[in-house]
DNA sequence: CAAAGTTCTTAGAAAGGCCTTAAAAGTAGC
DNA sequence: GCTACTTTTAAGGCCTTTCTAAGAACTTTG
């Protein structure tokens, strides 16, 4: 349902700076390696785009980009060629990528160019945002937002806020929330759920956002997005 | 992507950037300019979404959107409301709105938040309300209200009043009463259940709250909805 | 009308649940 | 291995809720 990016790149260095750019910007990330796996990986995912590098080891990226192009003629591809590869990059068009990138490139252009390829191909990747009141949080990226300000959580915080906001406007029970965040199915004795939940509304009343975690006593506790 | 959003905007140029925007995403498009219109069209209409501005001629859109709630209540509902219009967004969410938006707001964001209430609709299990005259009773969020007017019930004075309302207009035996609430067989030989009668009985006048519970002697209590 | 039987109300004791804080234990990065 | 950050434990205090008890008020019946 989410549609991802599918990322082949053989250089790991590479690879993660770009995985962390597009995460942070809200798409989901598929990475491999080679174009044998790519091309496996697209038999079962159902990718928004692909950004191809040119050189990989065994099947290289014009190649690649052939055989894609035979079975998902509708893919975008993106190819990224070294800055001077002026005649894979003619192979690459030829074999059907929508565009090229030419390495080394800012990745602001990056974003622009897959942007630009995504509102073409109207296939729009989702971004998985959980959005409520004024409260943004991107789960590809891990952030926090009330309104234009950021929050800066631990991951268990995220987590916990994640959780109560996906059932918004719902009392949850404390076990519940231990399985699906904590991942035990028992109350531990100890008022850790109590001590996260202050740290959480500490943090949403620092940052001024108008929304509360609720208490419902005797049960769990309740997302609210407005003040009430 | 067979199921329209039904937009109900009485401004024709915001209405028309609306629709534009929207179907230009792909989104099927339904628009009517009043709450009156909106009502009727939810007859026959089965869409997948309402998105509702607060300032409408005629009703209001809280007053709307509450009224599709008794009729409809899984269905999403996005308000646009004016930036500081923090009454009528608190108002809007009592009556039932799932999320809003404070007008002006970036197309984009409007975007997000319906694919946000979109995916959620598939997802969350339906609200399970108790309407009964001018009560309302929210069992998952455990919360209540008498018209507008929030009630602060315990937990006990809670599940006496659900239990009540579900057997509205039926006298219920105190043993009965006993047993489904207290989950004990027997009564105490205290008054424990007057008790929680007479706490009720309070909250609901304190509330203003044109229903109340009758006695019937010998045997047990009767919520009715309204004076009779 | 008086007595008996119910129901209502109030107040206070006891218990329980929740919040906060501080400090210890655990983790990760330099 | 040291430092900074995150997670967990522990403990005290506060506030809410629940329950009991006892007398007032009301209804029914003789």
Redesign the interface.
Known sequence: ?ANPILLVEDEPVMAALLRQGLEEEGYLVEWVLTGEEALARLEHLEPALLVLDVRLPGMDGVEVCRQVRQRWPDLPVLMLTALDDVENRVRGLRAGADDYLPKPFAFEELLARIEALLRRS?RQP??H?????PLTLDLNARTATCGERPLSLTPREFDLLAYLM??S???ISRLQIYREVWGHDFDHGTSLLEVYISYLRRKLQEAGCPCYIAT????GY?YE????
């Open positions: 349902m109207k989702t971004r945002l959980l959005l409520d009141g996906q059932h406007r719902r009392a419902v006593r005797g049960v309740r997005p407005a003040e009430g």
